[in-house]
């Protein structure tokens, strides 16, 4: 059995130790110690990882009450060993797990949720509540969460006697089996776990809580705790620094430029639009009427839309077919055709075929693009040819 330190002191980092067996597994060397700082997966925090004997330990599980450190090279059994976890890892997991904690206590004291779902992630964790939680109460939460951390409260870690125990409440998320481990938070939580957490909270630093989303009747959270919410509001922050340099606004002012610069796009938009209906309107001008096709050749730059609605008003200035064709700026071309009097789905494998292309549509109407060239798509459409 080994004697674990991790679970009573959280800041065991560097201990000396017996090695009691070494087997090969998966690839690796399951290495069981009479004693060990480091923690094996488990209630949502991964396995540490760290040196043993100068041989890397890339995680630590618990089998059967047994722990293994999964090295990558066997150590031999009987000696005497150093091992030193990496620190800064199982700090930044301290981080996270404690601020969870903090987190649902709050949200179970203040609206009765459950923390039904935490796992940890490389950025942080996911927490799922069982009731859904408003914009206004998040934000709620999340300060009243960072209120705690700046408050400097001490965590207690304690195996309470079965009689102790039975006058506590305690927030607890599965069946509990042999003794019970309680970790508390002053004035804020407490709840059964068996991870190793921080000693005040002050150490957390800093809690964002973010990306909601309703998830089984309640409310899906990324939580990001010490070192990885400073990462993340990093990130964002010089996000923003190039957003406003981008945008020429000041860092208060990004969502008004933003929306300036979207008024300033939808008006071109619909300037451009109009263009495309006088060009258009010129064009068919040009064409007059005729008993024959109709063949309209367009810059690669006009709109799908624009291409469309000259092929419908030229279908019907015509006794044939009108067809539009948009150069195609990787080659080839877009084609639309329309025709009063003509069955075009049942033209359409022989024109596609005579166009080098691919398309359909109905009776009236067919789309696609075509290889041809212009003097073969002049031949094939006898008639006037415009643009
Ligand atoms: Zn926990």
Redesign the pocket.
């Known amino acids: 059995m080994t004697e674990k330190l991790y679970d009573l002191n959280g800041r065991a980092r560097a201990f000396s130790a017996r090695v009691l067996s070494c087997a090969e597994k998966d690839g690796k060397w399951a290495v069981e110690l009479d004693r060990t700082a480091f923690f094996p997966m488990g209630?949502?925090q991964e396995g540490d990882q760290g040196i043993l004997h100068g041989v890397r330990v890339t995680d630590t599980v618990e089998e059967d009450g047994r722990i293994y450190h999964l090295c990558i090279s066997p150590l031999p059994v009987g000696a005497q060993v150093q091992g030193t976890l990496d620190w800064e890892l199982r700090f930044a997991r301290m981080q996270v797990?404690s601020g969870?904690?903090i987190v649902s206590g709050i949200a179970h004291g203040k609206w009765g949720c459950e923390n039904v779902g935490f796992h940890m992630t490389a950025e942080g964790a996911v927490l799922d509540f069982d009731r859904e939680l408003d914009a206004r109460q998040l934000r709620e939460l999340e300060e009243e969460a960072n209120r705690a951390v700046w408050a400097n409260l001490p965590f207690r870690v304690w195996y309470p006697s079965p009689e102790e125990l039975a006058a506590l409440s305690f927030r607890q998320k599965k069946e509990l089996r042999g003794p019970v481990r309680l970790?508390e938070i002053q004035g804020i939580d407490r709840?059964a776990?068996c991870?190793p957490h921080v000693e005040r909270s002050g150490e957390i630093g800093l809690i964002r809580l973010s990306d909601p989303m309703r998830h089984r009747g309640g409310v899906r959270l990324t939580l990001r705790a010490g070192l990885s919410a400073w990462q993340e509001d990093f990130r964002l922050a010089r996000d923003a620094d190039s957003l406003c340099r981008l945008l020429s606004a000041p860092r208060t002012g990004m969502p008004e430029a933003v929306q300036a610069l979207q008024k300033r796009m939808e008006e071109q938009k619909a300037a451009l639009a109009a263009a495309e209906r006088r060009y258009t309107a010129l064009l068919l001008d040009t064409a007059g009427e005729t008993e024959g096709d109709l063949c309209f050749f367009l810059p690669a730059e006009t709109s799908p839309a624009a291409a469309r609605e000259l092929c419908e008003q030229g279908g019907s200035r015509c006794g044939g077919i009108c067809a539009v064709f948009t150069e195609n700026p990787a080659g080839g071309w877009r084609y639309v055709m329309a025709s009063g009097s003509r069955d075009l789905r049942a033209e359409s494998r022989a024109l596609n075929a005579a166009l080098r292309g691919r398309g359909g549509g109905s009776p009236g109407m067919i789309q696609g693009s075509a290889e041809a060239d212009r003097e073969e798509i002049g031949a094939l459409f006898h008639g006037k040819q415009i643009g």
Do not use: F, N, Q, W
Request: proline fraction near 0%; charged fraction near 10%; charge should be negative.
């Open positions: 209630g949502g797990h969870e904690h970790v709840c776990c991870a």
